[in-house]
């Protein structure tokens, strides 16, 4: 392109922004259907994508990409599948948009209440799988919200097929070809440019690694929707039920080990550490879990329990391991847990409940859980039908964001010619 | 002092997240037992708070202040009956913490809901008026989040003397002093500081003029709830009732004039324009505004109107001058409010439920109106019962911003034991 980046991510910017507009009005049938038809033309389109992923494919090991990133930006018959399900399942939801409610009369004699509204244009910066391509645009669309996505430059090809296919169905049904704008240069500026106009763009959502996040969040001059880590925590309570904690506790680590809702670290109250980690340890051990404690884990679980150092407490393995502290009270595990986590997920495990009830109030985190596993954290799981990404931020949306955290709302006054005195 | 501002304030905020942490548990019955405790020393030191603020005024004299800043600055035994009056309310207002809602269960088994909490820490940054201590900090206090507040230099000694009483009253009850904390450093090296430690402050509300606002909103890496500008609309409607639109439009400019949701642009459409018009340019011109027209607007009402240039439909005056634009259409209205507004508060004048209804869901703003004022966009109005300021923002809270503004939710999520599968 002759233009420089600059101008054309302004051009981007002010097309989605007419574009959000019409797309605020749009009504929720006219959204479903253009769902419905870009699954359509992606079902009709299967052996282009697959063909233009195979071009990124083909790039991408010629450059050298390791066995998971190839993975990550592979797309196969069954992904493809995936993704048009996904969309017929947003179609499916309920649309938030123009809900109103809590219209009160106040003294004055005026109407008050609140109206769901989009939030208008939203950017979404990911890495190598295209298929958030669709999850993205799809939930944006359905929020009323037009969408500028800029994907990684390995998936550049895949990208711009699936772009094709969303533009086909939004003709369709006559949403402009803006709702959903895939940016078709790999030039680094043009994320740059995004997360710096505020005038075009309403809000970022970065997915994709640590380093990604935290580049654009120091960099943004528009809001952040994010999280950075998930360190998150399971105490077992001097009250727990035995039973109930190794369950929870094996599932929070080994059922997956690179969600960011898996548990990081376990912290056990002195008075039931004795018969619950001996248990523990024979689980990790057989699923080869490395373990690192303090040094009364070690006393109780043996030297092959690494000692866990101070950064221990403060680390995000995503790996097969998991570090362990045995602590004297409630007060130790809600401070370490506040000084050491993320505020992304943390669960307690008892049977009391008064000790449930404060673990609820004064964990300061996006999900605070009783008696549950850390992974059930995520949107599908939370009932919210799907999810744009999990929030740690206190502001606006916090812990899974679906549809509702795409959204704002706005004051709507009725009156009949009401002045104030 | 002997420690660098960043030092200080560094110990300050450290302070405020200890603070924060009891705030989040105290009891409504504690938090409102504070509020009145700090009503009570203020009443009982309204004599020492007098002398201090003198101290203020002598100095803000010597210094050449104007009497509009001068006022602003000025204590008197009425405006401390305000601020005692004001802590009394919002002891009477419903605690937001700890509601939970929409606990359901999931087919996992799992119960989720939300529970509202506290922000955390929350830094005010605010210019001559001293009342905004007690304002600001009571809301703070009612919603579980610990205070920084950070007045202008000039009002250093008034601030001080209500951070003693607001220090006493706090304990009295027993809550932490640093619940709320009064910045004793004149140096503007400590907002510097301020907005920039996300790891003790969770979010900034800055009170004051346009040129705080926005050089805070650039150099802030916390996130920032605010204003900057208020160019306000009022539509009057081809559908209008005649009556109604020059009643509204009247009040909407002039009950007064420096506030941010005072009108600053009146829309009229061309086949009412020669109805509403000449009447309204009557009362305008009786009540000294000026007006400045668009040429079809100067063709009906005469060359007394002053023909507006582009730089009018987006200037907010504070002042009484009013721009007048005469429109064909209501897109017309529409595409005139979301381009030059600033997306504070615009009203419509109409007896058509269609266009009424278009106008509520087409304009982005944080306050749409239907046959009201846009005069009544405040918190008190909206039955919020105090505010802390109105916000333009789309994320978190948008419009007037009371005590849920000042909250987030959490996830809960309640199991037996229940494991992801």
């Known amino acids: 392109m002759t233009e420089s ?29 253009a769902l419905q038809a870009i699954a359509d033309v992606l079902e009709a389109q299967s052996e282009a994508l697959l063909s233009a992923n195979a071009q990124d494919l083909a790039q991408g090991q010629a450059n050298g990409l390791d066995a998971a990133m190839l993975d990550r930006l592979a797309l196969t018959p069954a992904r493809i599948s ?196 001996p248990p523990l340890a024979d689980i990790y051990q057989q699923k080869g879990v490395e373990l690192r404690g303090c040094p009364k884990t070690r006393d109780l679980l043996g030297t092959a329990v690494v000692a866990a150092t101070e950064e221990d407490w403060s680390t995000e393995y995503n790996a097969p391991i998991l570090s362990i502290k045995i602590l004297s009270s409630l007060e130790e595990a809600i401070s370490h847990i506040n000084h050491y986590g993320s505020h992304h997920t943390d669960a307690i495990i008892t049977e009391n409940f008064t000790d449930a009830r404060r673990f609820l109030t004064e964990v300061d985190s996006s999900s605070v859980m009783v008696n549950a596993s850390t992974r059930f954290a995520d949107g599908f799981e939370y009932g919210l039908g799907a999810e744009i990404g999990i929030s740690t931020d206190k502001l606006h949306a916090r812990g899974p964001v679906g549809l509702e955290g795409l959204t704002s709302e706005k004051y709507i006054v009725f009156g009949d010619g009401h002045v104030r005195t």
Chains 1, 2 share one sequence.
Do not use: W
């Open 5 to 33: 980046v600059l101008d054309y991510m302004i051009r981007l910017g002010r097309a989605a922004r007419d574009a959000s507009r019409v797309l605020a009005r749009a009504s929720t049938a006219q959204k479903n259907q």
């Open 82 to 277: 995936d993704m048009i399900a996904g969309l017929r399942q947003v179609a499916t939801l309920p649309d938030p948009i123009g809900a109103i409610r809590d219209m009160r009369y106040l003294p004055s004699g005026i109407q008050v209440g609140k109206m769901r509204v989009p939030l208008g244009v939203i950017g979404i910066i990911y890495e190598s799988r295209p298929n958030v391509t669709i999850d993205a645009a799809s939930l944006c669309l359905k929020s009323g919200n037009a969408t500028i996505l800029r994907g990684g430059s390995e998936a550049i090809h895949s990208n711009q097929a699936i772009a094709r296919c969303i533009q086909k169905g939004l003709a369709e049904v006559g949403l402009p070809a803006a709702a959903v704008q895939v940016v078709e240069t790999t030039d680094r500026a043009a994320v740059g440019a995004l997360i710096t106009q505020p005038e075009y763009v309403d809000v970022i959502v970065p997915r994709g690694g640590k380093g990604l996040i935290e580049r654009i969040s120091a960099e943004a001059r528009v809001p952040v929707i994010k999280h950075l880590d998930g360190i998150c925590h399971v105490y077992i309570d001097q009250a727990a039920d035995v039973e109930k904690a190794i369950r929870v506790a094996d599932n929070a680590k080994t059922q997956r080990f690179a969600p960011c809702n898996t548990m990081e670290t376990l912290l056990v109250h002195e008075q039931i550490a004795a018969q619950v980690l």
